[in-house]
């Protein structure tokens, strides 16, 4: 299981994260963290795996869904590939409380 941090953590340290927002297009419309990047679960997965996303290998990622459990699910699979990546505890509602 991935490694959590907490929205408040996450608001702190946000200059020091890449932030990968890992829901579908269709649930941008409730909103978004600022200078997140869009980047559906299987599409993540996939670019890491084939090494096409090298630029962010040396930076901090953070991975959020609408739950939780897709952030968790790309933190994973970022981790395996060797990326240092957490994601944030409760998904993007922990983000607007």
């Excluded at 953070?62 to 981790?79: F, K, M, S, V």
Aim: glycine letters at 8%; charged letters at 35%; proline letters at 2%.
């Amino acid at each position: 299981m991935a490694e959590k941090i907490t929205a408040e953590d996450l608001r702190s340290q946000k200059d020091n994260y890449v932030i990968i927002d890992v829901r579908e297009s269709d649930e941008l419309e409730s909103g978004k963290i600022e200078d997140s990047v869009h980047m559906p679960l299987g599409l993540a997965i996939r670019n890491a795996k084939k090494k096409q996303i090298e630029d962010l290998r040396e930076k901090k990622i953070c991975t959020y869904c609408g739950t939780g459990y897709r952030g968790n699910i790309a933190a994973d699979e970022l981790a395996k590939e060797g990326f240092d990546a957490v994601t944030l505890d409760g998904g993007y509602p922990s983000w607007n409380n």
